[in-house]
């Protein structure tokens, strides 16, 4: 197949337009007058019209256009120009007719049901080693490297290799002694760490037992405690007075004549105070159920179908607080 090229042409004739001749080959141009040039029309497409003596090539009747081909796209060789081809006036590039009977250089027809199939070369799959050498453990490291001398000593296929025998199970044999010598270290270490372990809890209790001694025997002296090489516990700060708690709350119990009392903690809160009344009686008591140093108590043996009054105060190191904002609830 001749390489592929665009031709253009230049009309001639009575109508400006002509009939264009285009010599088998790259590149050159040849123009024939006449009085037909316009045969068929040009639409700007490709159209088949018949042959005629409408031009004169160096004394050759009709148009005859030879098969060249024209490279557009993507590298494709998508047309052929042909026998009876239509051009468009002016300098434009050839517009193609596919008629059948068009055959590839080859003598395939163009319009067969497949192009010609030209023999392609298989792409080889070309395999690669994977090592992951970094994902491995020690032990794990020394096995695979083993495991790959074994099946590579007397291998035909690879007959010298690189690193050759010699290096490579050199190498090998150096990590090997390195770290049996490491997980030896590795067991000394554990059974030291172990060992200091003890040592150190005995120690601390020993240590605990001399601090007790020294409070004890200082009586409170801070000065006494530094001088026996220890430090002095910071005095808390007091809190101050306390505010009353909140979201004091009363729930029916499991039990009959139960009522469960919730409250939120109080921080400086030493204990609780809760009090109790019955709530419908005019004047009725306030009195005490019990001291907790919990934020919840349970009231038992209360009257079902009474209707209850409780609240709650907090204590703690500046004294009492007030009471908290009453919550009423009927005894199961």
């Known amino acids: 197949?001749?390489?592929?090229?665009?031709?253009?042409?230049?009309?001639?004739?009575?109508?400006?337009?002509?009939?264009?001749?285009?010599?088998?080959?790259?590149?050159?141009?040849?123009?024939?007058?006449?009085?037909?040039?316009?045969?068929?029309?040009?639409?700007?497409?490709?159209?088949?019209?018949?042959?005629?003596e409408a031009g004169k090539v160096s004394g050759q009747a009709g148009n005859e256009v030879f098969p060249h081909f024209c490279k557009i796209g993507f590298g494709r060789f998508v047309s052929i120009i042909e026998r009876g081809s239509i051009f468009q006036p002016g300098t434009h590039r050839i517009m193609a007719n596919y008629d059948s009977g068009t055959l590839y250089d080859s003598g395939a027809p163009y319009d067969a049901a497949a192009?010609?199939?030209?023999?392609?070369?298989?792409?080889?799959?070309?395999?690669?080693?994977?090592?992951?050498?970094?994902?491995?453990?020690?032990?794990?490291?020394?096995?695979?490297?083993?495991?790959?001398?074994?099946?590579?000593?007397?291998?035909?296929?690879?007959?010298?290799?690189?690193?050759?025998a010699a290096a490579y199970d050199g190498r090998l044999s150096e990590f090997s002694t390195k770290l049996a010598a490491f997980r030896d270290l590795e067991d000394a270490v554990a059974q030291?760490?172990?060992?200091?372990?003890?040592?150190?809890a005995a120690l601390e209790l020993a240590t605990t037992g001399r601090g007790n001694y020294v409070e004890t025997a200082a009586d409170g002296d801070a000065a006494k405690i530094v001088s026996a090489g220890f430090e002095v516990k910071g005095q808390a700060a007091p809190i101050g007075e306390l505010p009353a708690p909140i979201d004091v709350l009363a729930k029916m119990g499991a039990q009959?004549?139960?009522?469960?009392?919730?409250?939120?903690?109080?921080?400086?809160?030493n204990s609780y105070l809760v009090e109790c009344r019955e709530h419908e009686v005019a004047g009725s008591p306030w009195e005490q159920v019990k001291v907790v140093t919990a934020a919840r108590l349970k009231v038992d043996n209360l009257t079902a179908g009474t209707i209850y009054a409780f609240r709650v105060r907090a204590v703690g190191a500046a004294g009492?607080?007030?009471?908290?904002?009453?919550?009423?609830?009927?005894a199961p």
């Not at 592929?4 to 001749?21: I, K, L, R, S």
């Not at 009959?256 to 809160?269: E, F, H, K, S, Y």
């Open 192 to 200: 030291a760490r172990i060992e200091k372990d003890a040592a150190r």
């Open 256 to 269: 009959a004549g139960q009522i469960v009392i919730t409250w939120r903690r109080l921080r400086g809160a």
């Open 1 to 52: 197949m001749g390489k592929p090229v665009f031709h253009e042409w230049n009309g001639t004739g009575n109508t400006g337009d002509g009939a264009a001749y285009c010599s088998r080959g790259a590149g050159g141009i040849e123009t024939g007058g006449g009085n037909e040039g316009r045969a068929a029309g040009n639409r700007g497409i490709a159209t088949r019209h018949p042959t005629s």
């Open 320 to 330: 009492e607080s007030p009471w908290s904002d009453e919550t009423v609830k009927m």
């Open 115 to 164: 192009g010609p199939v030209l023999p392609q070369t298989p792409k080889k799959n070309m395999s690669k080693v994977k090592l992951n050498l970094k994902a491995k453990g020690d032990d794990a490291f020394k096995s695979f490297c083993e495991n790959h001398v074994a099946q590579i000593t007397g291998n035909a296929n690879f007959a010298a290799p690189i690193p050759d």
